[in-house]
């Protein structure tokens, strides 16, 4: 099977730009999570949708927004950027149920300058 | 609110030797308990996953033990190669919001020859 795909790897945005990204998840799985990763705050969790709908949200402000299709696809904006901004996204998938272990992609790099 | 704390920080080791990576979680109410490797600049990579009903799980050199009464788990690598050298992160989630993940700061492991 293929792995979850991330589209793009690298973007690069000017403060007060928005940005979408993309995720492909595992076939056959229903669940997709998003996560930001930098070096001060490690990895902070921002929301999980599945089967199209969100299921848990993270502390993050409303400028982050996010959408799951019914093929599980799922894409992640972020309106108004800021230099905080600035950080790996990580896509996760998994079936959603009980014991069923995360996959994450190679994550898109995004740079607010 | 779950907290996830992983000692060492960093780990520097010739190669052959055996090793131990701890994480500690605050809330014992997990439900899974998942270890990852991360190389740098790339996503994550599941290695592990236990269940709270489970004490271990092994792969390979890999071996993860699980004291959910404690809050501990470790990670245990056998005869380590520089090819293991990587962040390794631990994960938690909790019945109640499924689908999301509590990490640790991760332990960075250099193996040198």
């Known amino acids: 099977k293929a792995g979850v795909t991330q589209t793009p790897r690298y973007l690069i945005k000017t403060r007060g730009q928005q940005v979408t990204l993309s995720c492909s998840p595992i076939s056959g799985h229903r669940s997709v999570s998003w996560y930001q990763q930098t070096p001060g705050q490690g990895l902070q969790f921002l929301f999980e949708?599945?089967?199209?709908?969100?299921?848990n949200k993270g502390n993050f402000p409303g400028r982050f927004s996010g959408r799951q299709f019914s093929n599980s696809r799922s894409e992640m904006n972020v309106s108004t950027l800021e230099l905080g901004d600035s950080a790996l996204y990580l896509c996760a998938s998994s079936e959603g149920t009980g014991a069923s272990p995360l996959h994450f992609g190679n994550g898109t790099r995004l740079t607010v300058t | 609110k779950q907290e996830v704390t992983q000692i060492p920080a960093a780990l520097s080791v010739p190669e052959g030797e055996n090793l131990v990576l701890n994480c500690s979680f605050t809330d014992s109410a997990i439900y899974n308990l998942q270890w990852f490797r991360q190389d740098p600049g790339k996503g994550l990579t599941s290695l592990l996953l236990?269940?709270?009903?489970?004490r271990e799980q092994t792969s390979g050199r890999l071996n993860a033990s699980l004291d959910k009464s404690s809050g501990r788990s470790t990670l245990y690598i056998a005869a380590s190669q520089p090819g293991d050298s990587a962040t390794y992160l631990c994960a938690v989630d909790r019945g109640s919001t499924l689908g999301r993940l509590y990490f640790g700061r991760g332990t960075q492991l250099t193996v040198w020859p």
């Open positions: 949708y599945f089967s199209e709908t969100q299921r």
């Open positions: 236990i269940q709270s009903s489970q």
